[in-house]
């Protein structure tokens, strides 16, 4: 069973990691695109593709009346004409138009003024005959006939009877100027106190003037004690001075059944109800809006009136899907997808020429979109008041997804992503900058933090740096929306602290910087079995000599096991010196010649530990460099039995390239007619390739050449050295080698000094040691004169 589960495993791997033709992997990319736009497209606009209608109708379950018998949510924002609340708007504007009213002046001076003139013209004729009496009067003037005897007496004891009525004419003009007097009970005494009067002037040239309400007086209230009779007697007194108490009180009596008497205002009902009709019309209908995830109605609630009405908005409404918003969203995403698309093509092509590690990224996308759709799902709930405290992008891992990329790939992908998946945090935060921001600080930290994840305490590391960026940023929104840090909470500074909005924040801010860190350090085994892929920690794993295929090298071909680890000290300082993954280099090259395992004895540096008949004639070179291709044919299928990592499996043809095997091509030709050598075909005699297709398998391709080459030294010296590098690596270039590695002739020089440094220190000459036994004989002389 276990042989069937690796040999599948095995398969599985070969599958996802082999390297496909650009245009297959371009289209690979294409439909990963496609797939994730649409994706993210379809988990941003659920809240707009619309939701199940309910039954409203007299027999529905949702009838007026009845109980409901579910929880309604509306799984979108929408707006709705509401009448009714319209029909407030316009109450409220009707309440404010003035109440019109008529004032005809001409009552003035034909009424008031007229009888007023007759009244005081027979004071003046009572007065002359001697006859002017309280009595008299009354009996001749019949509108003072209500009037006192002591207010009378008053009047008649006052000399200037026609300043008397310069007095009451001024002060009948005073009321019938500030006052709008009318005949008859007005029956919206209240709502005229609010909205005030419109007064059309007939008979002056101040044609129209608005008075406050509590100035149209009925004339039944001008006698009455109460706050208009108060009113109008304390007019009197401010405006005639100088006046006995008891003189201004007949005065101002007499003034006013004048006014009683000739009311000149009347009501416009006409006007008043068109001046209303035209303040109605002029308002706009209503809008009332239902938010995203509100609770129209819960369970066991009656469904009143206006919870029906807000039920069949929502049928109306709600179950529609807006297209206009779907629309929205997909050209969005798209043009960012695109962006990121057309950087996956541009980036590092032979790093994503296989599909395990489009897979990677875009499996890994597709996980936090979704965790983005599941959180938007519970935090716009409106129960609850995760959006007045925390930000939407606290909740959301992107600090994992750039983490993990960073660490597996490099920063630059890494933050590609983060870019992509910060828009879509914005959209599903409905448009929140500073979770916009969260999200594009924590992906840009993390990205770069990924590469520096050497050790595992630097897990702890990055889930404190994340935690600690996610804490400034959420400060800074604070800041900028104005929301309280702390509330006034009782119990001292501890209980204040604990319980505010702010230490929540802080709390959640650690809790996503962890997880994100753990749940990395949870997917990257998993991403290592399935994937295969290369990890520092994977890396540290097959660097153990403990590993199955080094110790079959180290029991069945020591020499080359020794010859593996003189080129890993080569070539892992000239990748350390040209700041590349020497991790990765001295891994290669332990399993490089991996395929010499089956015919060890066959290779020239084991020929002397094995002491066994050769099975190959060697004097045949064709056969003799058949068996020497093998081995890098046997050791690709031995590193994919024991599911090595494509990069690592690289260094066993590609150290190699396709250089041609000079000691069989030579002896071939050599023992044939120089007829017969046009026969020959030289790619019979050279390895099958590819040519170094990286940095790392260039430097490995001159370390394993120069290694077997610099054991024939005669005299190891710097000069022999310089001598011997130079000529390898010139042997490599005439045949072309290094032209697709991307070694520059810079990074020759650092690579030759860096070998040089490395064999001056392995191959330096060491002392020659004195044999004991000559040593002893020293010892032995010394004591023997020490006795004489």
């Given at each position: 069973m276990k042989d069937i589960v690796e040999s599948s495993m095995a398969q599985l791997t070969d599958f996802l990691t082999r390297v496909r033709p650009v245009s297959v992997v371009r289209n690979i990319q294409m439909i990963l695109v496609v797939v994730?736009?649409?994706?993210?497209?379809?988990?941003?606009?659920?809240?707009?593709?619309?939701?199940?209608?309910?039954?409203?109708?007299?027999?529905?379950?949702?009838?007026?009346?009845?109980?409901?018998?579910?929880?309604?949510?509306?799984?979108?924002?929408?707006?709705?004409?509401?009448?009714?609340?319209?029909?407030?708007?316009?109450?409220?504007?009707?309440?404010?138009?003035?109440?019109?009213?008529?004032?005809?002046?001409?009552v003035l001076s034909s009424g008031i003024d007229v009888n007023l003139s007759e009244d005081i013209d027979t004071l003046k004729q009572l007065v002359s005959e001697g006859k002017a009496t309280p009595g008299t009067i009354r009996d001749r003037i019949p509108r003072w006939r209500n009037r006192t005897t002591e207010e009378l007496q008053s009047i008649l004891d006052y000399q200037k009877k026609e300043k008397l009525k310069t007095f009451i004419q001024q002060y009948t003009n005073l009321i019938f100027s500030k006052y709008c007097i009318v005949k008859e009970e007005l029956p919206f005494e209240k709502q005229l106190d609010k909205a005030g009067a419109r007064i059309r002037n007939l008979g002056t040239q101040e044609k129209v003037i608005v008075i406050e309400g509590s100035l149209v007086i009925p004339r039944s209230q001008i006698y009455k004690e109460g706050p208009v009779l108060s009113t109008l007697q304390k007019l009197a007194l401010e405006k005639l001075p100088n006046v006995s108490e008891t003189l201004l009180k007949a005065v101002s009596r007499i003034g006013l059944y004048y006014i009683y008497s000739y009311p000149a205002c009347t009501f416009n009902a006409e006007e008043t109800e068109a001046d209303k009709n035209r303040v109605s019309s002029s308002v706009p209908t209503q809008k009332s809006r239902i938010q995203a995830n509100e609770i129209i109605v819960r369970a066991g609630e009656v469904i009143t009136p206006n919870v029906k009405l807000r039920l069949d908005m929502m049928n109306l409404y709600a179950t529609r899907a807006n297209l206009a918003s779907i629309i929205s969203i997909f050209i969005s995403q798209a043009v960012f997808i695109t962006i990121v698309g057309f950087y996956l093509i541009r980036y590092r092509p032979k790093r994503l020429n296989d599909l395990s590690s489009n897979l990677i990224i875009f499996l890994t996308l597709w996980i936090v979109v979704f965790v983005i759709y599941f959180v938007s799902k519970i935090f716009y709930i409106n129960e609850n008041e995760f959006s007045s405290v925390y930000y939407f992008g606290l909740f959301v891992p992107i600090g994992m997804v750039c983490l993990l990329l960073g660490f597996v790939y490099d920063e630059q992908l890494a933050i590609a992503i983060g870019f992509f998946l910060s828009f879509a945090v914005f959209f599903a935060s409905r448009y929140s900058p500073t979770s916009f921001m969260l999200a594009f600080t924590v992906s840009v930290v993390s990205s770069v933090y990924g590469r520096r994840l050497l050790k595992r305490i630097d897990f702890l590391k990055a889930g404190l740096l994340i935690s600690f960026v996610q804490i400034l940023i959420s400060t800074a929104g604070y800041l900028f929306d104005g929301r309280e840090f702390f509330g006034n909470f009782e119990g001292g500074f501890y209980n204040t602290v604990i319980k505010s909005n702010f230490f929540k924040v802080v709390i959640v801010c650690f809790i996503n910087?962890?997880?994100?860190?753990?749940?990395?350090?949870?997917?990257?085994?998993?991403?290592?079995?399935?994937?295969?892929?290369?990890?520092?920690?994977?890396?540290?794993?097959?660097?153990?000599?403990?590993?199955?295929?080094?110790?079959?090298l180290l029991t069945k071909a020591p020499s080359t096991y020794t010859h593996t680890f003189m080129v890993a000290a080569l070539s892992e300082r000239a990748a350390q010196n040209l700041d590349l993954d020497r991790l990765l280099v001295r891994v290669g090259v332990y399993f490089h010649d991996i395929g010499k395992i089956p015919n060890a004895g066959f290779f020239?540096?084991?020929?002397?530990?094995?002491?066994?008949?050769?099975?190959?004639?060697?004097?045949?070179?064709?056969l003799a460099a058949k068996t020497v291709i093998d081995h890098v044919l046997d050791g690709i299928e031995m590193a994919k039995k024991a599911r090595l990592p494509r990069e690592i499996i690289n260094f066993i043809p590609e150290h190699h390239g396709t250089s041609t095997m000079a000691f069989f091509y030579h002896k071939a030709l050599q023992n044939i007619s120089a007829s017969a050598r046009k026969k020959i075909?030289?790619?019979?005699?050279?390895?099958?390739?590819?040519?170094?297709?990286?940095?790392?398998?260039?430097?490995?391709?001159?370390?394993?050449?120069?290694?077997?080459?610099?054991?024939?030294?005669?005299?190891?010296?710097?000069?022999?050295?310089?001598?011997?590098?130079?000529?390898?690596?010139?042997?490599?270039?005439?045949?072309?080698?290094?032209?697709?590695?991307?070694?520059?002739?810079?990074d020759l020089e650092i690579i030759k000094a860096s070998f040089k440094e490395v064999l001056l220190s392995s191959l330096h000459q060491r002392p020659k040691y004195p044999k004991p036994e000559e040593t002893k004989a020293l010892e032995v002389e010394g004591k023997s004169k020490f006795k004489k």
């Open positions: 994730t736009l649409l994706f993210v497209t379809y988990n941003l606009a659920v809240p707009f593709f619309g939701q199940t209608k309910v039954n409203t109708d007299l027999d529905g379950e949702f009838s007026e009346g009845k109980i409901a018998p579910e929880t309604i949510q509306s799984v979108k924002e929408f707006s709705y004409n509401d009448f009714e609340k319209t029909e407030l708007e316009k109450q409220k504007a009707e309440a404010q138009v003035p109440f019109h009213f008529d004032k005809d002046y001409s910087g962890f997880v994100s860190t753990t749940a990395v350090q949870f997917l990257l085994p998993i991403y290592e079995y399935i994937f295969n892929i290369p990890t520092r920690f994977k890396l540290i794993e097959l660097a153990d000599t403990g590993h199955p295929l080094l110790q079959q020239v540096e084991n020929q002397h530990l094995i002491p066994k008949p050769e099975h190959i004639d060697k004097d045949n070179p064709a075909n030289k790619k019979d005699f050279q390895y099958p390739g590819p040519k170094p297709q990286s940095k790392e398998t260039g430097i490995v391709m001159i370390a394993d050449s120069l290694e077997a080459a610099s054991r024939s030294l005669e005299e190891v010296s710097p000069e022999s050295l310089d001598e011997l590098i130079r000529k390898i690596i010139n042997s490599k270039l005439a045949e072309n080698q290094l032209d697709e590695s991307g070694l520059t002739i810079g």
